[in-house]
């Protein structure tokens, strides 16, 4: 999100310090599964899909470099007419704001795109092959480059220790290697994001959750043109990855923290939906495994806008994050230069749960 935003302000002339106390790239974006989805049941967040598409088609000629992205499409899988009947709706209002490649499936539909697929208890699937997979090294240092080439600079190794501010104002920020005057100071530190605003009083509804994901070694029992499958009742989802297969599942027993280790147990949980899913994966060798943590918000939406004076936040992408970078670094850039938002934000208001006028995400994984 820091460079995809630094990139944008850079192109239109701001001058941008990004700092991390680590590598950038190494937060949750480095657990990240890489998909992209234009997919939602909102508007805004289905405008943002797109937004994140068309990014990342012409990555190359907007930063240079390559995004890796692979249009191999979302098939979500839905068990339960409730389901069924939502997901319709939310097709064709994505239909209705341009996604036209976007299709609902029968049950023998979805198991003709993925070999292996048990589907004799589901109620239906969507799919959209423009959906897909990119590489979320390959952005982060995209966009991070190409707004170094325009400018920006980006310290690493460098905590915020602190916020200046004069009277209600934020005026820069307290480094370990120093101090940073600057106009606008933007809040965009994923899953730490409360823990940094918590420096200057403020109670960001932001938390974060622990997520696995296993990769196997070479597996044959998926093809590499085959979708992210999303069994979306229980959240079992996998992709081809290299030549193996990547897949994870949502535990909702996890505790809110920073716990990143493996628990290799869940495995063992994972299998069993996946018996019952997608049998092949018993087959598959279970090469590496991480976890990383999601940046969790009460309706699943983000932060993005004004805190206070010389303060905005953009955070709290509740699992959404690498595919939301594109779209929010150029929004939110239009905003900070332009003083108005180029869309209808209103969603992602940070003050929303005081104001009530909440607008969640069902789609979510
Ligand atoms: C297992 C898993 C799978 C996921 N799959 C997907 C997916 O398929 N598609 C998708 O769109 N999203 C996915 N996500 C979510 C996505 O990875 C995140 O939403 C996104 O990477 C958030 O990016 P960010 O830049 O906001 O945060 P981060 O990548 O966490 O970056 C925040 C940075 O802030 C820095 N920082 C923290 N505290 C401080 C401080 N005090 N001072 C200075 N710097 C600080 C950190 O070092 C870090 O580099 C997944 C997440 C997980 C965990």
Known sequence: MGCSLAFYLARQGRSVIVIDRGRIGQGATAACAGGIRAQFSTEVNIRMGMEAKRVLSRFTDETGHTADFRQVGYLFLLTTDDERASFAEAVRLQRRLGVDDVVELSPSDARALVPGLETGDLAGATFCPSDGLAGPNEVTYGFANAARRRGAVILEDTPL?????????????????????????????????????????????????????????????????????????????????????????????????????????????????????????????????????????????????????????????????????????????????????????????????????????????
């Open 161 to 365: 220790d602190a916020f200046l501010t004069q009277g209600d104002r934020v005026t820069g920020v307290v480094t370990a290697h120093g101090q940073i005057m600057s106009d606008d100071t933007v809040i965009c530190a994923g899953p730490w994001s409360a823990a940094v605003g918590a420096r200057l009083g403020l109670a960001l509804p932001i938390a974060p959750s622990r997520r696995q994901v296993f990769v196997s070694e070479p597996f044959s029992g998926i093809e590499r043109r085959n979708p992210m499958t999303i069994d979306f009742h229980t959240s079992f989802y996998f992709h081809p990855e290299g030549d193996g297969v990547l897949f994870g599942m949502s535990d909702p027993s996890t505790p809110p923290g920073e716990d990143t280790t493996v628990d290799w147990s869940f495995l063992e949980r994972i299998t069993a939906v996946a018996q019952r899913r997608w049998p092949p994966l018993l087959d598959a060798r279970v090469k590496t495994a991480w976890a990383g943590l999601y940046e969790m918000t009460p309706d699943y939406q983000p932060l993005i806008g004004p805190l206070r004076p010389g303060l905005w936040v953009a955070a709290g992408f509740s699992g959404h994050g690498f595919m939301m970078a594109p779209a929010i670094g150029r929004w939110l850039a239009g905003w900070m230069v332009d003083g108005a938002p180029p869309n209808d934000l209103a969603a992602f208001a940070p003050n929303r749960f005081v104001t009530g006028a909440l607008q969640p995400e069902h789609n979510v994984v």
